[in-house]
């Protein structure tokens, strides 16, 4: 444990509920430690803020190890904070100085509509993956896992875009506030396996529709998603979707 | 204490040889037939790998299923934490492994306190995990031939843990949570996320729904069905610091148990050997360091007390490898028990390292110099990665400092041989019940267990019991039992806000769970657990009259479903500890001073405790009455744990 404190104001989002208006409240919390993590930082705050009887802030956290994709807050305007390939329950406050402001804000886009505070609606995510997200197999007897080799090198890729943990960074990040990057890194998974061959075609229209039905954006090759994933998907996944789009839309006519 | 032995339990063990009797059973259960099917409503709250792999298997055989979670989405579940690995008995490495063998090294990883039925058909079912797993697209490690890659976990001398980097969890479930969404496709799976159950709905002695919160707006939800399936997890944030997710808790199957439910051997916790130690006060939650790191990871203190050298100034002639010189055979791959119990012991020799003397060394060097950094990178980066995140110490250059910390929870709502719950229809799968693991799991196989609930066991066996209630009448929400349960979950809620007292429910929380660290985890002895009993009460009694919730019940509000929790806690903390004061001997996790060799290794009593504690719920004035199912090992012969 450090010995050192520091302070730190922070200027956070709250927002009683869909329909109030929101605004950006100040806080200091002047005995931050540099171990502490960004959330244990709320956490801390927040036990001040029940002690003086006011209310604590709302976020959405579980894991707290990075892979649950429950965080979801903007840091000075940056997706999940400065630390790059990280989600923001792992964020440590020694990436910070002493004296330092962070603005707190929720993910904002049309298609994560607000709940309260810093905490939204991500259930679009689960919409796009019943569109299609799976291959089609029931519960059984399938063929011994060992009668369906794969490459090491499609295992490899396939398992690079799988490790996507659904947060919704991609979006919040998006000038157009696409989820081509979550979609995408679905659709480049399941392509890179046999397994998910049968239902390729079907599979990419149907996610791709879904996610403009949802009222994502489109994508226009900003590349902000890849540069805030804390799951470090590279944007080839989005040129995959499009090949696989392409290809199905060209077939299917 | 007035535990007494109020008869036997039934497991419903099938007859026969070992290896016959799922095949057995299966052939002897009832089924539903398909126009049936669809007449039957099944509730399943959690959806980790137990409730997402039921909840799709059961939609896909034609049942209406209602799956609830209490996170925003079913793919959050902690199950998505897993790091290591799962064991299957594929014996695909060729080094001599059989199902045999995985059922033996389990039954006996759990110190014997497990039933030979169950863990049986656990390592029978493992090979079909596996397949039905890559047949969804889970991307396994592969070697270049194109084959799934192996490696070994504890308590295990072969290679038969598949992985996928280190987040092997994560990619189960998310096939588990594909199926599934296949599933809301389809309609046969409406999806209740941002839920809390808060009670069981039971009419005439069965489950018949229950009462939810919505998380979002407060209201108290009604949700009938045939039958119910508990999927949430294990309740090691009982002790507040814990590797569980934050919004791991125990209230669903705390409300079943005092519904009638009874809890099966509350005591067994795992404490797991690797965890990133603690660093201060604001600490809200524990990180796992995967046990796989120590396949390649030597465990070592210094062997002087108070040797504050760096470690890499330490020569290594003074070093202990007290693992490798404790226990030959095993090495640093002991037993997750074995393991924790060890650190403590050189910890409190006053041999700990790092500022809180509270860690040991796990050291890479050896291995980089062996296989070279990029081999280990390959391996473990993610996990390194990790590692320098929380404490920005490069592990490539500096050992990890690990200590052991509350990993997993063996004990959990007593089942039979079918799943179900003392309360017909009500059944318990995954951490949430108390079945395969006995006194300790092996790492790599609460995935398996999670999973070989949810896709192989359940979808047999619910249907044997929804065969059979065919012609029993539909209960609707607007029976008066819901309307008793939601007034009474009401009542409590209402009761909390209307404290208005001192202190946060985390002020209660971290109270508790030094009490329980301290005296309810790695060593245990009466007197301390006397002690606890009296201070959980004084504490609980506290807790009603001075905790301060902030906010209204109309809302979000994180802080009244968390006092809720804690409100649920402490009376299973307590009921840990009279579990623990009970059982009169060592075995696995469970460790009690009285019980030992001179040199500290645990020992057991099977004369009086190869049994089953199952503790039946009386009323909050009254002490709770234990069950015992008796433990017949008729494959193996229960002996003293040897990984020397």
């Known amino acids: 444990m450090s010995d050192q404190t520091m302070t730190i104001h922070l200027k956070i989002w709250r927002q009683k509920d869909k329909n109030s208006p929101g605004k950006l409240v100040d806080y200091t919390v002047d005995d931050a430690n540099p171990d502490m993590s960004f959330l244990e930082l709320l956490d801390w705050l927040n036990e001040r803020l029940m002690n003086e009887g006011r209310e604590p802030v709302e976020f959405d956290h579980d894991c707290r190890e990075g892979i649950c994709g429950s965080c979801n807050l903007v840091l000075n305007g940056m997706a999940h904070g400065p630390m790059q390939g990280t989600a923001v329950c792992q964020l440590h406050m020694r990436k910070y100085k002493d004296g330092d402001t962070i603005v707190v804000e929720p993910w904002r886009a049309r298609a994560f509509p607000h709940i309260k505070d810093l905490v939204v609606d991500r259930s679009a995510f689960d919409r796009i993956m019943a569109a299609g997200g799976y291959i089609s197999v029931n519960t059984g007897a399938p063929a011994d896992a060992n009668a369906i080799p794969v490459n090491k090198r499609d295992a490899d890729l396939a398992f690079d875009y799988a490790a996507c943990i659904g947060c919704g960074a991609c979006v919040a990040a998006c000038p157009n506030s696409s989820a081509s990057l979550f979609t995408g890194a679905k659709i480049a998974q399941l392509a890179h396996l046999p397994q998910g061959h049968p239902e390729r075609k079907k599979r990419v229209v149907s996610m791709v529709d879904k996610m403009a039905e949802e009222g994502f954006g489109d994508c226009s090759n900003?590349?902000?998603?890849?540069?805030?994933?804390?799951?470090?998907?590279?944007?080839?996944?989005?040129?995959?979707?499009?090949?696989?789009?392409?290809?199905?839309?060209?077939e299917i006519e | 204490m007035t535990a007494s032995n109020n008869g036997v339990l039934n497991s419903k063990v099938p007859e026969g040889n070992l290896q016959d009797k799922w095949d057995n059973h299966k052939n002897n259960l009832r089924l539903v037939n398909p126009a049936n099917k669809r007449k039957f409503t099944v509730l399943v709250v959690g959806t980790g790998l137990a409730g997402a792999s039921a909840a799709a298997s059961l939609a896909e055989l034609g049942y209406n299923v209602k799956a609830f979670t209490i996170l925003d989405s079913p793919r959050r579940a902690h199950s998505i934490a897993a790091q290591g690995g799962i064991n299957a008995a594929k014996n695909y490495p060729n080094d001599g492994d059989t199902v045999w063998r995985l059922f033996h090294d389990t039954i006996k990883g759990g110190d014997y306190r497990s039933r030979e039925s169950n863990v049986f058909r656990l390592a029978q079912v493992s090979n079909n995990i596996i397949d039905q797993c890559v047949a969804q697209g889970v991307p396994f490690a592969r070697e270049y031939g194109g084959l799934l890659d192996n490696r070994s976990f504890g308590g295990a001398q072969v290679s038969r843990t598949f992985y996928a980097r280190g987040q092997t969890g994560q990619q189960l479930l998310l096939g588990a949570y594909s199926a599934m969404m296949r599933?809301?496709?389809?309609?046969?799976?409406?999806?209740?996320?941002?839920?809390?159950?808060?009670?069981?709905?039971?009419?005439?002695?069965?489950?018949?729904?229950?009462?939810?919160?919505?998380?979002?707006?407060?209201?108290?939800?009604?949700?009938?069905?045939?039958?119910?399936?508990?999927?949430?997890?294990?309740?090691?944030?009982?002790?507040?610091?814990?590797?569980?997710?934050?919004?791991?808790?125990?209230?669903?199957?705390?409300?079943?148990?005092?519904?009638?439910?009874?809890?099966?051997?509350?005591?067994?916790?795992?404490?797991?050997?690797?965890?990133?130690?603690?660093?201060?006060?604001?600490?809200?939650?524990?990180?796992?360091?995967?046990?796989?790191?120590?396949?390649?990871?030597?465990?070592?203190?210094?062997?002087?007390?108070?040797?504050?050298?760096?470690?890499?100034?330490i020569p290594e002639e003074d070093r202990d490898y007290y693992l490798e010189r404790r226990y030959p055979s095993f090495g640093n791959l002991a037993p997750r028990d074995v393991s924790s119990r060890s650190a403590k012991y050189v910890c409190d020799e006053g041999r700990g390292v790092g500022k809180t003397g509270l860690a040991v060394y796990m050291d890479f060097a050896d291995s980089i110099k062996r296989l070279g950094a990029d081999a280990i990178k390959a391996k473990y980066g993610n996990l390194f990665a990790m590692y320098e995140k929380i404490t920005a110490e490069n592990p490539y250059e500096v050992p990890m400092r690990i200590f052991p910390a509350v990993h997993f929870t063996m004990g959990g709502l007593?089942?039979?041989?079918?799943?179900?719950?003392?309360?017909?229809?009500?059944?318990?799968?995954?951490?949430?019940?108390?079945?395969?693991?006995?006194?300790?799991?092996?790492?790599?196989?609460?995935?398996?267990?999670?999973?070989?609930?949810?896709?192989?066991?359940?979808?047999?066996?619910?249907?044997?019991?929804?065969?059979?209630?065919?012609?029993?009448?539909?209960?609707?929400?607007?029976?008066?039992?819901?309307?008793?349960?939601?007034?009474?979950?009401?009542?409590?809620?209402?009761?909390?806000?209307?404290?208005n007292g001192k202190k946060t429910v985390l002020d209660f929380h971290r109270e508790l769970g030094e009490l329980m660290w301290d005296h309810v985890g790695m060593s245990r002895n009466k007197e301390d657990l006397e002690m606890v009993i009296r201070k959980i009460a004084g504490l609980r009694e506290e807790f009603w009259k001075d905790v301060n919730i902030p906010g209204e019940n109309n809302t979000l509000n994180k802080y009244l479903e968390y006092a809720l929790r804690v409100a649920d806690y402490m009376e299973l903390g307590e009921l840990m500890a009279r579990d623990a004061l009970d059982r009169e001997e060592s075995c696995g996790g469970h460790f009690r001073e009285e019980h030992q060799t001179e040199d500290g290794e645990a020992v057991r009593d099977d004369e009086n405790f190869s049994n089953v504690s199952s503790w039946e719920y009386k009323g909050d004035d009254k002490d709770p009455v234990k069950h015992i199912e008796d433990l017949n090992f008729e494959f193996v012969t229960p002996t003293q744990r040897s990984y020397k």
Request: net charge neutral.
């Open chain 1, 222 to 250: 900003y590349a902000e998603c890849e540069a805030v994933c804390p799951a470090e998907i590279s944007i080839t996944s989005i040129a995959e979707m499009r090949r696989e789009y392409a290809k199905a839309i060209s």
């Open chain 2, 414 to 499: 007593w089942v039979d041989y079918n799943l179900s719950s003392t309360i017909p229809g009500l059944y318990v799968l995954g951490e949430a019940n108390f079945a395969d693991h006995g006194g300790n799991r092996l790492g790599a196989s609460a995935l398996m267990q999670g999973l070989a609930d949810g896709y192989f066991v359940v979808p047999y066996t619910l249907s044997d019991y929804l065969a059979e209630n065919l012609h029993s009448e539909k209960i609707g929400t607007d029976h008066e039992a819901f309307a008793k349960a939601e007034k009474e979950t009401m009542e409590r809620i209402n009761k909390l806000l209307s404290i």
């Open chain 2, 183 to 313: 599933q809301v496709a389809t309609g046969k799976i409406q999806v209740f996320p941002r839920r809390e159950m808060l009670d069981l709905v039971k009419v005439d002695g069965k489950a018949k729904g229950i009462v939810t919160r919505n998380l979002t707006t407060g209201e108290i939800e009604r949700y009938a069905g045939d039958a119910v399936l508990l999927c949430t997890g294990g309740y090691g944030n009982v002790y507040y610091l814990s590797t569980m997710a934050k919004n791991c808790n125990a209230t669903a199957i705390w409300r079943c148990y005092k519904r009638g439910a009874q809890f099966g051997n509350p005591s067994f916790t795992q404490i797991h050997p690797t965890c990133i130690p603690v660093s201060g006060k604001y600490q809200s939650k524990l990180t796992l360091m995967s046990e796989s790191l120590r396949n390649d990871g030597r465990v070592w203190v210094p062997k002087k007390k108070g040797d504050n050298r760096p470690p890499n100034e």
